[in-house]
């Protein structure tokens, strides 16, 4: 079982960055993947980006290519999540996920493990 707890969201203007961050608790981090979603107000819950258990694979969905990265550190049992020239419409509450698979997934349904999340507000 694993704990997540995000945090770095914030308000920004368009154009600007943040860095979020998901702590994990638990000895096993390295044996899950970790996606990041995100919900905006009235909206269903979307994807936004997976890492592989290793580091060595990410995905994203296409509206974010090019502006955001995943990363993790299993020794620091963190993922994070750089965002780059946010836009207005990054404004969401951003949830990090755990999933105990080797395989990728871009369904929230796959994800066991739920942080709170956390709000990336971003103004034009």
């Known amino acids: 079982q694993v704990q997540l707890v995000e945090s770095g969201g914030g308000l920004v203007q368009a154009g600007g960055s943040l860095r979020l961050s998901c702590a994990a608790s638990?000895?096993?981090?390295?044996?899950?993947?970790m996606g990041w979603f995100r919900q905006a107000p009235g909206k269903e819950r979307e994807f936004v980006a997976v890492?592989?258990?290793?580091?060595?694979?990410?995905f994203y969905t296409d509206s974010v290519k090019g502006r955001f990265t995943i990363s993790r550190d299993n020794a620091k049992n963190t993922v994070y999540l750089q965002m780059n020239s946010l836009k207005p419409e990054d404004t969401a509450v951003y949830y990090c996920?755990?999933?105990?698979?080797?395989?990728?997934?871009?369904?929230?349904?796959?994800?066991?493990?739920w942080g709170q999340g956390t709000q990336v507000t971003v103004s034009s």
């Open positions: 996920a755990a999933r105990g698979s080797t395989y990728y997934s871009t369904q929230s349904d796959d994800y066991g493990y």
């Open positions: 638990g000895r096993t981090f390295s044996m899950y993947t």
């Open positions: 890492i592989s258990r290793s580091g060595s694979s990410t």
